[in-house]
């Protein structure tokens, strides 16, 4: 378990998985630059956050809500959590839950599923959406930020381990949601990122540049500099031919 002062950034996963050293230049070196993806993706963020709360019947919509982990060691916000109702309150379970708080724990209404929520009779299963700008990714970047975020909520609100099993990915390009299943290899795989980037923070070393394709998208080009001072480059031989 970590403590709140050593809680990094989620969104951090998904810049690791995408790039350790662009990781590294924006956690470590505080380095940014905006690009025309970087700025659809804002401004897509910014729209979504536009209001906070909404219901919708049998739908209840948060936006912005603070996530945090102290086993995985991650801070940050959800785009969107939505509720789904998933049924309501027998007589008994009223009886259970009117001695509970706001936010009841899922084990502590013994085998009832869902949560309660405040002002509502009924039971509701947190169901996390994350948005993004272009369209789906062939890694699992998105996927583990977005499986991040269940991870959060399921100890924010002590439901158990697997409690919410989906989530959804919308993309601004195709205009769709991606459904993902939250399964075990996809949560062992968010847990081990989260450990390594909390191991390269303690390290706090920028690792060297390799060049790959995806360099071109990538808004930090001009200040990772890749094609120059990649792994085995003669930065000092570069400077030489250039001043030549």
Same mark, same amino acid.
């Given at each position: ?7 990094? #950034? ?6 690791? @998985?995408?790039?350790? *050293? ?7 070196e505080?380095?940014?630059? =905006? ?6 993706? *804002? ?6 956050? $536009?209001?906070? !709360?909404? &219901?919708?019947?049998?739908?209840r919509i ?13 801070v940050?916000?959800?785009? !969107? ?13 009223? =009886?259970i $839950?009117?001695?509970?708080?706001? !936010?009841?724990p *899922? ?35 998105? /996927?583990?930020?977005?499986? $991040? ?15 919410? &099993? ?8 195709? /205009? ?9 290899? #996809? ?6 990122? $989260?450990?390594?980037?909390? /191991? ?11 060049y790959?394709?995806?360099c071109? &998208?990538? &808004?930090?080009?001009? @200040? ?15 400077? *030489?031919?250039?001043?030549?």
């Open positions: 378990m970590y403590t709140e002062n050593e809680l990094l #950034l989620l969104s951090g996963l998904q810049h690791l @998985q995408f790039c350790k *050293r662009q990781w590294a230049l924006i956690h470590l505080q380095a940014w630059s =905006e690009n025309q993806f970087t700025a659809e993706g *804002r401004s897509m963020h910014d729209k979504v956050h $536009a209001d906070e !709360v909404e &219901s919708r019947g049998n739908l948060v936006r912005g809500l603070r996530l945090q982990s102290l086993r995985l060691g991650l940050g916000q959800a785009d !969107v959590v939505e509720f789904h109702c998933v049924g309501p309150f027998t007589d008994e379970d009223c =009886e $839950a009117a001695s509970l708080p706001v !936010v009841a *899922r084990n502590d209404l013994e085998n009832i599923a869902g949560i309660k929520l405040e002002g509502a009779p009924d039971l509701w299963q947190p169901f996390p959406v994350e948005y993004k700008r272009g369209k789906p990714k062939i890694d699992d970047c998105d /996927r583990i930020q977005l499986c $991040a975020q269940a991870i959060c909520l399921e100890e924010m609100l002590k439901l158990s381990d697997g409690s919410i &099993s989906e989530g959804a990915l919308f993309y601004g390009r195709p /205009r769709r949601r991606e459904q993902v299943t939250l399964n075990a290899v #996809l949560r062992n795989k968010t847990a081990s990122l $989260a450990n390594e980037m909390h /191991r390269l923070h303690a390290k706090g070393t920028t690792p060297k540049a390799k790959s394709k995806k071109q &998208s990538c &808004s930090l080009y001009n @200040q990772c500099l890749p094609k120059t001072t990649g792994i085995n480059k003669d930065v000092q031989g570069y400077l *030489r031919k250039a001043l030549e």
